[in-house]
Nanobody, 121 residues
Framework: QVQLVESGGGLVQSGESLKLSCVAS????????LGWYRQAPGKARELVAT???????NVADSVQGRFTIDGDDDKNTVHLHMKILKAEDTATYYC???????????????WGQGTQVTVSS
């Protein structure tokens, strides 16, 4: 299994910055994509940003220009750098990995337990 452990959430003021980190433990698996999703109360989970092992990133329009994603393949980590935070960024942020077993092509999704980000206005 792939285990994902998030850190870095918290309470901040509007306009401030925060960095989320996720460390993946992946014995026997190859991770193809790491990313962040978020879910606000009463809303569906939505993509925030992803990064492939080739370094290709995808950032949601809603956070474009404020959030960036990067990672370290050697350490199996991914970071979400969030700046100019707004009240509407308040949500539980989940780390996601798209991974497959060595020698297999079928991919699976794995999720962390989530870390809360609260932005007060």
């Amino acid at each position: 299994q792939v285990q994902l452990v998030e850190s870095g959430g918290g309470l901040v003021q509007s306009g401030e910055s925060l960095k989320l980190s996720c460390v993946a433990s992946r014995p026997g698996f190859i991770i193809d994509v790491l990313g962040w999703y978020r879910q606000a109360p009463g809303k569906a989970r939505e993509l925030v940003a992803t990064i492939t092992t080739a370094g290709t990133t995808n950032v949601a329009d809603s956070v474009q220009g404020r959030f960036t994603i990067d990672g370290d393949d050697d350490k199996n980590t991914v970071h979400l750098h969030m700046k100019i935070l707004k009240a509407e960024d308040t949500a539980t942020y989940y780390c996601n990995a798209v991974a497959r077993r060595h020698g297999r092509s079928q991919q699976r999704d794995f999720w962390g337990q989530g870390t809360q980000v609260t932005v007060s206005s």
